[in-house]
């Protein structure tokens, strides 16, 4: 087992692991550590863990020390020489005359290293910016190319909620957000209502997704049709997601009314179906023999009729078939109009196409040669003698018998 302890270099950013001591400060406690852009100046955001060595990415480094005053003057120090250089950068920007928009500067704790980020819309040629900028502060130049949601992640600000940006707060990643989001958990679609600072979607949209996904699941669509437990048919036209409750329109002659009820009290029905009672009888056939076996019964016990069953009292009444019965006689009936159907449609298909039709004239040809063979053998049959016939079988004996008795 490894003891590790996280820390963030930067505030809201990611936290790396480093290899840590016996004992540990809390979190929050300033260190210094080593990092791939060199000497840094972070703080402690993981207590102490101890993580099995197959799960560690080697190699592992070391936490350096615990800032010291010295370290901490010298940190503050560095803060007060970016403002510097974010000033000259900015003049420089403008003399070399670049689009691109300066966001912040920043000091590694070593100052080996000088980072600059900016926003711009396409590619910036600044080697000559950088040239400048490298023989007045005399070390390294870097300079990053960031987006939006980054550039409002270091500036930091106040959302619409009034609280501090969740970036800026606590985020690390920035998740993907789409429009989707906010029409599942019925937001006004207004650009300026869920847009953030940044002017991207934002990012607390993602935070309760799978909860409205969830939700929406069990609850209908405005437009539906809502059937009450008294039997009255409404349209709804608002639903209420958290509360799981629904505002139903009764209409009857020139009174309309609007009442609320929670979704377990009502029963809705797609408005691409139509109203409840005028659902087709064709469609009400097909639920019903696709319904549960408790299902079928209730449908009979309610006093609904099958279609396949006639009414009682009517002429030529036939005896009351089980629904078992009545669905093996539709579906009889079915296979006798689909044979015929596509008997229709081989003949129609045969008559459109030449090769049915030489198919069609080879059958004529044989009935007339079946034709000119009978014809061929009845003048023997009435003159008495056997027709010219090789064909051996009960046939020819019984004629050679017949005419044994004859003689």
Do not use: W
């Not at 970016?82 to 403008?94: L, M």
């Not at 707060?169 to 789409?178: N, Q």
């Not at 939700?215 to 997601?241: C, Q, S, W, Y």
């Not at 090769?355 to 009978?374: F, I, L, P, Q, V």
């Amino acid at each position: 087992m490894i003891k590790v302890v996280g820390v963030r270099t930067v505030n809201a950013g990611k936290s790396y692991f480093f290899k840590a001591h016996d004992e540990m400060p809390p979190i929050g406690t300033e260190v210094i550590v080593e990092t791939d852009r060199g000497t840094e100046y972070a703080k402690v955001s993981v207590p102490l863990l101890e993580v099995e060595e197959n799960k560690v990415a080697e190699p592992l480094k070391e936490i350096i020390r615990i800032a010291t005053e010295e370290d901490k003057e010298r940190f503050a120090e560095n803060r007060k020489r970016q403002k510097e250089a974010y000033h000259v950068c900015q003049e420089k920007i403008r003399v070399h005359g670049l689009d691109m928009k300066l966001i912040d500067s920043e000091y590694t704790f070593d100052r080996n290293k000088l980072l600059f980020y900016f926003t711009a819309d396409g590619r910036v040629d600044f080697r000559d910016l950088v040239k400048d900028l490298a023989s007045i502060f005399r070390t390294r130049i870097e300079l990053r190319q960031v987006g939006v949601r980054d550039e409002t992640k270091i500036l930091g600000g106040l959302g619409i909620c009034g609280r501090e940006l969740c970036c800026k707060a606590f985020l690390t990643d920035f998740a993907p957000v789409s429009i989707k989001m906010a029409k599942e958990q019925n937001l006004s679609l207004n650009p300026t209502k869920i847009s953030g600072v940044c002017g991207r979607l934002m990012c607390c949209l993602n935070n309760e997704e799978e909860t409205y996904e969830f939700l929406n699941k069990t609850m209908p669509k405005n437009g539906d049709f809502a059937t009450t437990e008294d039997g009255e048919v409404g349209v709804i036209i608002n639903v209420n997601i958290l509360k799981q409750s629904v505002a139903v329109l009764f209409e009857e002659d020139d009174t309309r009314e609007v009442r609320e009820y929670k979704v377990e009290e009502i029963r809705y029905t797609p408005k691409r179906y139509g109203r409840p009672e005028e659902v087709p009888s064709v469609a009400r056939t097909k639920i019903r023999r696709f319904d549960q076996e408790g299902a079928r019964d209730a449908f009979h016990k309610d006093g609904a009729q099958s279609p396949s069953e006639p009414e009682s009292g009517t002429e030529g009444a036939q005896p009351e078939q089980s629904l078992s019965e009545a669905d093996e006689t539709r579906d009889k009936n079915r296979r006798d109009d689909g044979g015929r159907n596509n008997r229709n449609r081989r003949n129609a298909k045969n008559e459109s196409n030449p090769s049915g039709g030489r198919r069609k004239a080879d059958r004529k040809k044989g009935e007339e040669k079946n034709d000119k063979r009978k014809n061929h053998d009845e003048p023997h049959a009435e003159k008495g003698g056997e027709p010219p016939s090789n064909r051996k079988g009960d046939a020819g004996e019984n004629r050679r018998f017949s005419e044994r008795g004859g003689a």
